[in-house]
């Protein structure tokens, strides 16, 4: 059976599941790559402020000076919105408060700068406590969780370091629900440490870094994750257009558009009802 097809798409999956599902990944980590640049599920717009920001970044060459470099900060402010971080969800707080807690913050992000994520002698547990104590004091989104603007915002301070997490891939991928989201922030990002930490490695990921969305080994990673997940149909989205493409094979999607929008109304209607 193929990673990630199985009944567990329905719930939190076993540490046996997610473990075949990594071992799959880096069994077939070129393939994975080649289906995410087939088709990536971001905009030509998002690409060109990740490319302006990473460009930047490397011009800057210190990550103590990238971190206080306005001009940088604004280059990522802008990718990080353009990367949805301007939803109710995951709402960046406003650019000044953004500005200032990265220069605040520039020793803590400098000391990290020599820590990679592939070195043999890395040690995940802790490079992931000291990660997440910095997102922690940055507080860069106004809601709970910081895993996902903290992820990408430091993913382009620290390329050698820090993996993008987001919900609909990364979370798919280690059937994370809102506790882990919410309450094991720190336990979350740990768990995800130790498992990128061993697929960069084992896969010698930097070896593939090119143009376009393969900026980094970090990303690469990242990209792998996105072309898993829609190819076992483990993300929402994806799972979705696999039902209606079956739906259709079988002659039943209007049916099936009817009922949902029954049911739905239904429920609207219900909610309504009960506050007035």
Same mark, same amino acid.
């Given at each position: 059976?193929?990673?990630?097809?199985?009944?567990?798409?329905?719930?939190?999956?076993?540490?046996?599941?997610?473990? %075949? =599902?990594? @071992?799959?990944?880096?069994?077939?980590?070129?393939?994975?790559?080649? #289906?995410?640049? *087939?088709?990536?599920?971001?905009?030509?717009? $998002?690409?060109? !402020?990740?490319?302006?920001?990473?460009?930047?970044?490397?011009? +800057?060459?210190?990550?103590?000076?990238?971190?206080?470099?306005?001009?940088?900060?604004? #280059?990522?402010?802008?990718?990080?919105?353009?990367?949805?971080?301007?939803?109710?969800?995951?709402?960046?707080?406003?650019?000044?408060?953004?500005?200032?807690?990265?220069?605040?913050?520039?020793?803590?992000?400098?000391?990290?700068?020599?820590? *990679?994520?592939?070195?043999?002698?890395?040690?995940?547990?802790?490079?992931?406590?000291?990660?997440?104590?910095?997102?922690?004091?940055?507080?860069?989104?106004?809601?709970?969780?910081?895993?996902?603007?903290?992820?990408?915002?430091?993913? !382009?301070?620290?390329?050698?370091?820090?993996?993008?997490?987001? =919900?609909?891939?990364?979370?798919?991928?280690?059937?994370?629900?809102?506790?882990?989201? $919410?309450?094991? $922030? =720190?336990?979350?990002?740990?768990?995800?440490?130790? /498992?990128? #930490? *061993? /697929?960069?490695?084992?896969?010698?990921?930097?070896?593939?870094?090119?143009? @376009?969305?393969? #900026?980094?080994?970090?990303?690469?990673?990242?990209? %792998?994750?996105?072309?898993?997940?829609?190819?076992?149909?483990?993300?929402?989205?994806? !799972?979705?257009?696999?039902?209606?493409?079956?739906?259709?094979?079988?002659?039943?999607?209007?049916?099936?558009?009817?009922?949902?929008? =029954? *049911?739905?109304?239904? +429920?609207?209607?219900?909610?309504?009802?009960?506050?007035?």
């Amino acid at each position: 059976m193929r990673p990630g097809v199985t009944a567990d798409n329905m719930g939190k999956p076993t540490l046996a599941v997610i473990e %075949a =599902r990594v @071992r799959g990944l880096i069994a077939r980590f070129e393939e994975y790559l080649a #289906s995410f640049d *087939r088709d990536p599920p971001f905009t030509d717009e $998002q690409l060109s !402020h990740h490319l302006e920001t990473c460009t930047l970044r490397a011009e +800057i060459g210190n990550v103590a000076r990238a971190a206080v470099n306005e001009r940088f900060l604004k #280059s990522l402010y802008e990718t990080l919105r353009s990367w949805r971080m301007q939803m109710r969800g995951a709402r960046l707080v406003p650019w000044a408060k953004f500005r200032d807690a990265f220069e605040r913050s520039a020793a803590d992000i400098a000391s990290l700068e020599g820590c *990679r994520l592939d070195a043999p002698d890395l040690e995940a547990t802790d490079a992931a406590n000291r990660v997440w104590r910095l997102m922690e004091k940055l507080a860069i989104s106004e809601n709970v969780s910081r895993l996902v603007s903290g992820t990408k915002a430091l993913h !382009h301070l620290l390329p050698e370091l820090v993996v993008p997490i987001d =919900r609909a891939y990364t979370g798919a991928l280690f059937g994370w629900n809102n506790y882990d989201w $919410q309450t094991a $922030q =720190r336990k979350t990002l740990r768990f995800a440490f130790e /498992v990128f #930490s *061993r /697929v960069a490695r084992e896969t010698r990921a930097r070896n593939y870094v090119g143009d @376009r969305w393969r #900026s980094s080994y970090t990303k690469l990673i990242d990209n %792998a994750v996105v072309g898993f997940c829609r190819r076992h149909l483990l993300d929402e989205g994806s !799972h979705r257009r696999a039902l209606e493409a079956k739906a259709r094979e079988l002659g039943i999607w209007e049916e099936v558009e009817t009922e949902a929008r =029954r *049911r739905a109304e239904e +429920i609207l209607l219900r909610r309504r009802t009960s506050h007035p």
